[in-house]
């Protein structure tokens, strides 16, 4: 399983972006990026997910480089709310079995 | 819809009492089930994965144990609590061939005395 690395928080102010990037130089051929955010007390919550070059949802944007060694989860025009802890996950598709969750980057999002 | 429950949501032990936490999908068949633990703030340790029933997979060894006496359910158990077993645990499930996102339950909150 590929090893990741996030900062491990970050401040912003609402109605910026915040772009997180993950770094995960040993990603396999078959690995899936996906992101996930949590709540204090709450499970995580999946955001989204992608394979390379861009993906984008009703909630973020993730971007992958050619390489795919690192990708960067973007927030447009973050509120309060999205203060929370957000994990990037690479997994290979298809598969089941075990999912190996970081540390994440605290996002802490002030007025 | 899918739906995954767990209980109890809170729950204070005393050290070397007995521990069972269940899990219940619903709305799914044959799962993958996980549980995690997540202890003082983030970083969710995975402890036990199963992939079927009578299926379970080990990541970390401890007085802790895992079964899944049916398609839907998962219990985490102990014999023994230990001060350390305090955290908040989380169960989760995934489709069978797994598309890339996780669903948890709410959580239960162990403190252990």
């Known amino acids: 399983l590929a090893k990741t690395t996030q900062p491990i928080s970050m401040d912003s102010y609402e109605g910026q972006e915040v772009n997180i990037t993950c770094s995960h130089n040993n990603i396999a051929t078959n690995d899936y990026i996906t992101w996930y955010q949590q709540f204090p007390s709450q499970g995580p919550r999946f955001i989204i997910q992608g394979y390379k070059t861009k993906v984008t949802n009703e909630v973020a944007s993730l971007f992958i480089p050619a390489d795919r060694k690192s990708s960067t989860l973007s927030l447009p025009r973050v509120s309060l709310s999205d203060t929370a802890v957000y994990y990037c996950?690479?997994?290979?598709?298809?598969?089941?079995?075990?999912?190996?969750f970081g540390q994440g980057t605290e996002l802490s999002v002030k007025p | 819809s899918q739906t995954i429950h767990q209980w109890p949501a809170t729950l204070v032990q005393p050290v070397g009492s007995p521990l069972s936490l269940e899990c219940t999908v619903e709305?799914?068949?044959?799962?993958?089930l996980y549980w995690y633990r997540q202890a003082a703030g983030r970083g969710l340790q995975l402890l036990f994965y199963s992939v079927g029933i009578g299926q379970i997979s080990s990541e970390v060894p401890q007085n802790l144990s895992a079964s899944r006496p049916q398609d839907r359910q998962f219990i985490l158990s102990s014999k023994k609590l230990l001060l350390s077993d305090s955290g908040f645990y989380l169960c989760?499930?995934?489709?069978?061939?797994?598309?890339?996102?996780?669903?948890f339950g709410e959580g239960s909150r162990l403190t252990v005395l």
């Open positions: 709305g799914t068949s044959n799962p993958n």
């Open positions: 989760a499930w995934s489709v069978q061939m797994y598309t890339g996102e996780l669903f």
């Open positions: 996950l690479p997994k290979e598709y298809n598969q089941g079995g075990k999912l190996i």
